[in-house]
């Protein structure tokens, strides 16, 4: 059993940076992939970018490819997914979710989830 807590959520400008942590609890975390997924109002869930569980391979959606970094570390039972160059289209609440396979990119392949935090991007 995981337990994931986000946090670093909130109001920002677009062009704009926000990190956003995810707390783990359980001794397996390090076994986990682990991935960042958002939901806005009206939308689906949709994919941002997964690491492995060694945190060496990543992937990430086309739409924030080179603005948005995740990471973790493992040591703290935390991920992490930076952002920046915010922008409008990115205001959503989002996920963190963990994975006892390897990373994927479909809500439903992940095990466990957070309860979300809300990122706002105001233009």
């Known amino acids: 059993q995981v337990q994931l807590v986000e946090s670093g959520g909130g109001l920002v400008q677009a062009g704009g940076s926000l990190r956003l942590s995810c707390a783990a609890s359980?001794?397996?975390?390090?076994?986990?992939?682990m991935g960042w997924f958002r939901q806005a109002p009206g939308k689906e869930r949709e994919f941002v970018a997964a690491?492995?569980?060694?945190?060496?391979?990543?992937n990430y959606a086309d739409s924030v490819k080179g603005r948005f970094t995740i990471s973790r570390d493992n040591a703290k039972n935390t991920v992490y997914l930076e952002m920046n160059s915010l922008k409008a289209d990115d205001t959503a609440v989002y996920y963190c979710?963990?994975?006892?396979?390897?990373?994927?990119?479909?809500?439903?392949?992940?095990?466990?989830w957070g309860q979300g935090t809300q990122v706002t991007v105001s233009s």
């Open positions: 979710a963990a994975r006892s396979g390897g990373r994927h990119r479909t809500p439903s392949e992940y095990d466990y």
């Open positions: 359980g001794r397996t975390f390090s076994t986990y992939a």
């Open positions: 690491v492995s569980w060694s945190g060496t391979n990543t």
